[in-house]
């Protein structure tokens, strides 16, 4: 199921964002000859460190959709494509870490991978 962004939080992503691009290889090691080396998917996700500043009432919405609208990460969500135009489809792959940014702001990390 894929879930839409909630409406009163903002979209801006930090420059503190990060993006690694993975080669999606399994490399097994024989007892003799080279290495073999396959494939895990046809389509291998970007991964993304993701940093976000909310207000607290940003917040308090943005917590309340991760924990009941996608169920702490159990479904996909839509987004601005973070590398590149239109919208993607994303995953939180590892859950939010809040701390506090400013007086009245909450900096949020977390790591998303591209569907």
Not at 32 to 55: E, H, Y
Not at 96 to 103: H, I, L, N, T, V
Request: proline residues 5%; charged residues 20%.
């Amino acid at each position: 199921m894929i879930v839409a962004w909630p409406a009163l939080v903002n979209k801006t992503i930090l420059n503190d964002t990060t993006w690694s691009p993975t080669d999606g290889l399994h490399r097994d090691t024989m007892r003799s000859g080279k290495d073999k080396k396959r494939l895990a998917s046809s389509s291998v996700p970007d991964v993304f460190n993701v940093v976000m500043i909310f207000t607290k009432d940003e917040y308090n919405i943005f917590d309340a959709w991760y924990k009941i609208t996608t169920k702490r990460g159990l479904h996909d969500f839509q987004f601005p494509t973070i590398a590149g135009t239109g919208n993607s489809v994303y995953e939180i792959y590892t859950p939010p870490a809040y701390s506090q940014y400013g007086r009245d702001t909450v900096k949020c990390t977390m790591t998303w991978r591209s569907v």
